[in-house]
DNA sequence: TCCTGTTGGTGTCAAATATACACAATTATA
DNA sequence: TATAATTGTGTATATTTGACACCAACAGGA
């Protein structure tokens, strides 16, 4: 049973790059270069070659399109229906990542593909079916922070009770009361005090870091109700 | 930028039906008829045409391989590694359903593909990288147990809560409290009495069925802790 | 027919967890 | 130095969970 005989599906993979920025959830974004919808943004992503797996093709693509590099990336989803691309049958498996911010450059993708974070509550039209894609996303990306702890992967190194929660907060899209949001979290024993505070406008505030050996740990646990 | 100018993947889509039987979890099986693995068992499936959708080629394969049809698919994930078929680079699409026994015979596939029932616990060894898939199928069933109430997807359609416990003791494979599984199950409204009761050694029991304008609710709805 | 084995069905109390809620402490800035 | 803004803290109540033991109803065999 031959496998070239007749006109197949191609595949490629896309990646969703959520980050935490401004006091918003981004997501990561490029500006197609060439037609189909040349001039669209667009999730970063493209073909699987033959010799390559699924993830190796979404951490190459990543790469070569917006510069990142070493995320941890979650499969999302496998999008296939028949008319989502102008230029024949394409089969898209979707991966998604959060990353903190700080660590990424858009602009330093090596194609030099025009990559750059948009909010994610204003983002501007898109190719393909990558609407609903980015929708998918999110809505997998509040079930996560429902059940665990994820938003860390979101943060900077450092941040505050202040800041972690206001991230909880707009990602679930709902207040959630200080002292208790402060006893769950220190009470599951991920994250500590730096020592230092982060002054400002008010009272400083103590900052803190995600315990990387709980890591493994964390990922499992659940953690809002 | 042209679709067929260089190698690419193949897309084939397979399919765990998991049923309860012989008071065990069992899942649908193939007997290979032609090779790679020739004679050997597998998970139903084959390659998506250019003009369907990947559900659309999972319940076409379904029904050609064991005569099944009209069940719910939900999406397990995409299985993309390079070496997965001798024949050459294809990446699977891999489809789940729960399915009540009664409904299906699994002989009546129209190409006459021998198709059977196998415990979980003990399966015979799979073509491809199946077992991998069915493991992998076997977590994801367990993980949707903890935190909905599928278990009646899979139970005929009037059972007992004697048979009802039993299969959520073996799938999650923990003892349950029969009093505190009662009160929740009870509690969370999903299932009905019938007013029959089922005869046979000791008691008889009630016989309950699930309420099937709770479907949608009850998909969402976390269960166990 | 009655004894025995087997499965079905029921309630309560204690512990753990979740929720609701208000004010003093510390800084920047006007 | 007064004011505005933000951080940080404890308790009481309600809800949920978990542990636990006995009687009820039937079948089958003595």
Redesign the interface.
């Known amino acids: ?4 005989d ?6 490629t993979v896309d990646v969703i790059i959520f980050t935490w920025r401004n006091d918003e959830l981004e997501v990561l974004l490029i500006k197609r270069k ?2 189909p919808f040349e001039g669209m943004w667009s999730i970063p992503g493209g ?2 070659e ?5 993830e190796s093709a979404a951490l190459r693509e990543l790469k070569e399109e917006t510069g990142v590099r070493d995320v941890y990336l979650e ?1 999302l ?2 999008f ?3 008319g989502r691309d102008p ?5 898209t ?1 979707a991966y998604f990542a959060l990353v903190p911010a700080p660590l990424i450059d858009p602009r330093a993708g090596s194609d030099a593909a025009q990559a750059d974070w948009w909010s994610i509550y204003d983002p501007p039209p898109l190719a393909f079916d990558h609407a609903r894609i980015l929708a998918y996303a999110m809505q997998r990306l509040r079930y996560k922070l429902e059940y665990t702890a994820a938003a860390f992967e979101l943060l900077p190194e450092t941040f505050t009770l202040g800041e972690l929660q206001a991230a909880y907060e707009i990602i679930l899209g709902e207040e959630l009361d200080k002292r208790n949001f402060r006893r769950k979290i220190l009470s599951a024993d991920i994250i500590e005090e730096t020592g230092d505070y982060q002054t400002g406008e008010g009272r400083p505030a103590r900052l803190y870091h995600f315990r990387e050996d709980a890591v493994a740990e964390v990922k499992a646990r659940r953690l809002f109700p």
Chains 1, 2 share one sequence.
């Open positions: 049973m031959p496998l070239e007749y006109p197949r599906p191609s595949v060439y037609p073909f699987v033959i010799d390559e797996s699924l499969q989803y496998t296939g229906d028949v230029r024949g049958r394409v089969i498996v």
